[in-house]
């Protein structure tokens, strides 16, 4: 049996006053940004994620099973 693969990249960037989801308070503060890709067994996409919250608090848990 082929097992599903999945990449998964984590970054810290700060936020831009231009940014459509940024407020003119957070602009310069880091947000953790989590962007996810998971591929069935074919290796086709069969999830796409992008997760962002402010890098201070910001906590993600992933188990795979």
Known sequence: MNAGALTQS??????LQSSATA???EEGKPVAVIERV???YDRQ???Y???RGAA????YQ????
């Open 49 to 51: 994620r992008l997760s």
């Open 56 to 59: 201070d608090t910001f906590r």
């Open 38 to 40: 998971a591929l069935g």
């Open 10 to 15: 984590t970054k810290v960037i700060t936020t």
């Open 23 to 25: 407020k003119p308070s």
């Open 62 to 65: 992933i188990d795979i099973f």
């Open 45 to 47: 996409p069969i999830e």
